[in-house]
């Protein structure tokens, strides 16, 4: 296949693969722990099997299991908000709110860093909160009880994604070894068997079966694991440095963009002038929001 030879082409097939996630946790019949749990069993088994193949895996120093644990933790709890955001409020504004992770790490970056944001920052964030306020109404009394922990639980996956990012970004300056192509595949394969184990706890306390009740939900957690855990994560990590920065924030709008498109396309969702209107300013502003600043060349 000679597109896979072209890293924006991976990019972009990377994030219409994961743009995928919440049309399958929509599809299944199984609560929102269980779909969360089998994406990451699922797609972790996947991982350990290829790395085996490849005879790739080995176990990372003392200080890089613990950050990944820390980072699973975070990730349990965007998977365990977000699976339940997509059940309330539809996978298109679910996958919004998740990417307003953007700016809880702009502000876990000013609290916890000492970096200051850019201008940009700063005013992309009201946008995306009026763009987000265009979506949902004015009148947040008005909304249904399950709308609104819908929008509570998107908010609270951004802030669990974000936590997710930093931890697991930190266990990674602390291994001097990547996998195959240079990709963290051994530590995403700890981080998904490790969470699977946190969820499964979960659902334990839940009183929640993780039972596959039909072959049809069977498939859909398949290829929810293999292809929208792994594949898609495959396609965009192992293009991300090969590809500008810029491709990479336009990488970021796709995936929601595209969940939006399958919201409306599969699951008839209705969308109105001012939504969309609402929805293409918080897509700007998080792109925007996600931009890095250029770094001119110095001359001679």
């Not at 969360?36 to 200080?63: E, S």
């Not at 090969?242 to 939006?260: H, M």
């Amino acid at each position: 296949m000679g597109w896979m030879a072209n890293p924006r082409l991976r990019l972009m097939a990377g994030a219409a693969l994961i743009s995928f996630s919440p049309v399958f946790v929509a599809l299944v019949s199984v609560p929102a722990t269980t779909s969360a749990f089998y994406r990451v069993f699922i797609g972790g088994i996947a991982l350990l099997l290829w790395l085996a193949v490849t005879r790739q895996f080995t176990w990372p120093r003392t200080v890089v299991c613990v950050w990944l644990a820390i980072a699973s933790v975070a990730f349990a709890a965007d998977l365990f908000f977000w699976h339940k955001s997509v059940l309330y409020v539809g996978p298109g504004l679910s996958t919004l709110l998740a990417n307003f992770q953007v700016f809880f790490m702009t502000l876990a970056g000013a609290l916890l860093l000492g970096q200051r944001p850019s201008a940009r920052k700063l005013v992309s964030i009201p946008l995306a909160l009026l763009g987000l306020a265009m979506i949902v109404g004015l009148d947040w009394s008005a909304l249904p009880d399950d709308y609104r922990w819908g929008v509570v639980f998107g908010l609270l996956t951004a802030m669990s994604y974000a936590a997710y990012l930093l931890s697991f970004r930190h266990a990674q300056t602390k291994t001097t070894r990547t996998g195959p192509g240079g990709l963290p595949a051994r530590e995403l394969t700890i981080v998904s068997l490790v969470t699977a184990a946190y969820l499964a706890a979960v659902a334990g306390m839940e009183g929640t079966s993780l039972a596959i009740p039909t072959w049809t939900d069977a498939g859909w957690l398949i290829g929810y694991g293999v292809f929208a855990h792994v594949l898609g994560w495959l396609l965009i990590a192992s293009s991300l440095a090969q590809v500008p920065a810029a491709l990479v924030g336009l990488s970021l709008l796709l995936q929601p963009l595209l969940s939006f498109l399958w919201d409306v396309l599969i699951f008839g969702r209705r969308l109105v002038g001012i939504e969309l209107l609402g929805a293409a300013i918080a897509l700007a502003a998080i792109y925007f929001g996600s931009r890095q600043p250029s770094r001119r060349k110095a001359v001679g």
